[in-house]
């Protein structure tokens, strides 16, 4: 953002905004907005809930630094109204969307073992021994990958069927106890697999790293994300908060969210399909250039001067250009600021005079019209929130005191909603499932054959034959 900022001289100091994070690896292939390439800044999908200026931007998409040996300390080289012009605007030739097709057949288990699969549970199971040998004392513990996978199918059921605790799905009353969960495990054994929970091993944890605990299934999905989807022309970067109440050093205060403490996470999703390749969660303000539109606050260091304290009547418009960047500023119920490098400028619109004493008035409503970048903007700004309101129904996972494990089902749900969203864009309309469909076929999968009662007979008796 400063750098884009730069282009347009002011005299206000301001804290830099230290935007995306240069990385040649994606080049050409990975916007960040509406459009192609990247300008750095972060309030991309609108202004943050707090006042903390703390996302960082994903590393690994390009940033094509603005020279600023460009711009003159007079600010000559900025346009208003008089002499604006075309913005050049190349065309998006990169391929893009799911790159493995798994067939008509494939099921829901198929897409999420894109993400998790037997290797991932195996590391689970082996981290979950490890802790409850190592830390809980229980020598004898032990589980495998059935187990385990028959524990994440429940945890997906439970925020399908919601029950007030975990021992309701248990209970003898007809009318609350469910009989799946009944016949799959007992809720003794349960309780100790949620107990015992574990991906990272503990006694290779790194005390440094705030996110140690969850670090293995972090480094797994940045990856797997996007190892099978590709993004397009349109994606949007929005937060997000994961509802904790618990003590954690980065749990966040955001007042606008139903939920208003937890940990917030950064998410990048593809403004046409909702799919969510990128995240980034976010940990403390010391820890963590073409075709783009970006709403930004205007008291930004090197935001026009003259557009600063700005005021207008609804309806009212002011431009700014730097060669590609735009700048505009448009009064609707409130001041509405944007970066564009992608819609041309528009003339600046003046509310007509007042008669009387020459002050300007609102721009009537039959004449008023919205920008065409805002316009852009609204379309393509919400494949965080559509994302995250298919996470919002079904939240997965159990009540916990630890703050890891709700981001750990966080990542479930969203791996589950990616899958949900790559198995619907390469099945036909006949073929297509319901997103409620989608979990149930695949919690179904995962538990499978998996029989708790006869498990706990077979490792009682193995534990007889050891002693």
Known sequence: MAEALRRFNSSEDESDFEGFIVDEKVEGTQPIAVGTSAVSWRDIAGDSDDDEEDFHGFSDIEVQELDSNSVSKSGSEISSDDNLSSVSVEDFTADFGPRHGLG???????????????????????????????????????????????????????????????????????????????????????????????????????????????????????????????????????EGLIKFNGRLSFKQYMPKKPNKFGIKIWML?????????????????????????????????????????????????????????????????????????????????????????????????????????????????????????YRSYYPVGAQSKKWWKYLAWFFVNISIVNGFILRNLQTDQCHRLKHLDFRLVLARQLISTYNGYKKMFQWVEMSRAIA
């Not at 494949?383 to 309101?389: A, C, E, L, S």
Request: aromatic residues 12%; charged residues 30%; glycine residues 4%.
């Open 104 to 238: 008509l057949d494939a099921s829901p288990k198929d897409f999420f073992d894109l993400f998790f699969g037997d290797a991932f549970f195996d590391l689970i199971v082996h981290a979950t021994i490890s802790y409850a040998r190592s830390k809980c004392n229980d020598p004898n513990f032990t589980t495998d990958c059935d187990e385990m996978s028959a524990f994440f199918g429940l945890n997906i059921l439970m925020g399908i069927n919601k029950l007030p605790t975990i021992r309701s799905y248990w209970d003898s009353n007809l009318f609350l106890g469910n009989a799946g969960f009944k016949t799959t495990i007992p809720v003794r054994r349960f309780e100790i697999l949620n107990k015992y929970f574990h991906i990272s091993d503990p006694r290779q944890e790194n005390p440094t790293d705030k996110l140690t605990k969850i670090r293995p299934l972090i480094s797994k999905l940045e990856n797997a994300f996007q190892d099978v989807y590709v993004l397009g022309k349109n994606i949007s970067i929005d």
């Open 269 to 389: 999703a593809d403004s046409e399909t909702y799919f969510v390749p990128r995240f980034q969660i976010y940990l403390g303000k010391q820890q963590n250039a073409d075709e783009n539109d970006a709403a930004l606050r205007h008291n930004r260091k090197y935001f026009p001067a003259d557009l600063k304290k700005i005021k207008l009547k609804r309806g009212e418009m002011r431009t700014r250009q730097n060669e590609n960047l735009v700048c505009l500023a448009w009064q609707d119920k409130r001041l509405v600021t944007i970066l564009s490098t992608n819609v041309d400028p528009q003339p600046e619109v003046f509310g007509p005079l007042e008669e009387r004493t020459g002050k300007r008035k609102v721009v009537p409503e039959e004449v008023r019209e919205k920008p065409a970048v805002i316009s852009l903007y609204n379309k393509y700004m919400n494949g965080v929130d559509v994302n995250d309101q």
